[in-house]
């Protein structure tokens, strides 16, 4: 009978302990690459998001200043309000349109209100609307819309005839007055984006 060399007598204990030794690290330094990776794209998925809602919240309130006529505005109870109206604090603007698209991307019947408001507690900017100037009924108002969130500013100015500007409310716009500034401009402030600035000026 032949004796057994070292080669047919297979793996010592030591070096099974060594090559899976290998093998966890090489497990452990892939399961880190891969947590890496899943943590960089959950990122980049809010990211996108982010991204996704401010360009919306930022092309509607264009296209809602774009919109703006110098149009009173009467609610359900009786009262007056401006074409363009910036409450007191600046984080609520509301204005009267002229067939702007409404969400959820129904037309509004030729004119309407949009009514902006900036909630600093939670850092959301939302959007309800009137599909009329003179509501019948406090129900025809839409439900507020939240279009962007990690807003930490909402600054609104406008423009005097003068060509001063005025940050916050314009008392030349307050009351029942139908006429629009020369310009207003809105600036949001984000967490992720900094500061971005829209510009609409009236002719």
């Known amino acids: 009978m032949s004796r057994k060399t070292r080669h047919d007598q297979g793996m010592t204990l030591i070096e099974l302990i060594i090559v899976l030794a290998v093998f966890?690290?090489?497990?452990?330094l892939s399961l880190q690459a891969l947590s890496g990776t899943l943590r960089s794209r959950d990122?980049?998925?809010?990211l996108e998001e982010n991204t996704a809602d401010i360009t919306l919240a930022l092309s509607l309130l264009r296209a809602d200043l774009q919109a703006a006529v110098p149009?009173?505005?009467h609610t359900p109870?009786?009262?007056?309000?401006?074409?363009?109206?910036?409450?007191?604090?600046?984080?609520?603007?509301?204005?009267?349109?002229?067939?702007?698209?409404?969400?959820?991307?129904v037309s509004l019947a030729g004119l309407g209100?949009?009514?902006?408001r900036f909630d600093p507690a939670r850092g959301q900017l939302t959007r309800a609307s009137w599909p009329v100037l003179i509501p019948a009924?406090?129900?025809?108002?839409?439900?507020?819309?939240v279009l962007a969130r990690g807003i930490i500013g909402f600054e609104i100015r406008t423009m005097t005839p003068e060509f001063r500007w005025i940050?916050?409310?314009?008392?030349?716009?307050?009351?029942?007055?139908?006429?629009?500034?020369?310009?207003?401009?809105?600036?949001?402030t984000s967490v992720?984006?900094?500061r971005i600035s829209t510009l609409v000026s009236y002719p």
Not at 137 to 145: C, F, K, N, R, Y
Not at 168 to 182: E, F, H, K, V
């Open 167 to 188: 940050t916050g409310p314009d008392p030349n716009l307050g009351g029942t007055g139908s006429a629009l500034p020369r310009a207003v401009e809105v600036t949001l």
């Open 77 to 105: 109870g009786g009262l007056d309000h401006s074409a363009l109206e910036i409450a007191p604090g600046g984080q609520r603007l509301a204005l009267s349109l002229s067939g702007q698209m409404d969400l959820p991307g």
């Open 24 to 28: 966890a690290l090489i497990a452990t």
């Open 71 to 73: 149009l009173v505005f």
């Open 43 to 46: 990122r980049l998925v809010a």
């Open 113 to 116: 209100r949009a009514i902006w």
């Open 137 to 145: 009924t406090q129900a025809a108002l839409s439900p507020e819309v």
């Open 192 to 194: 992720e984006f900094g």
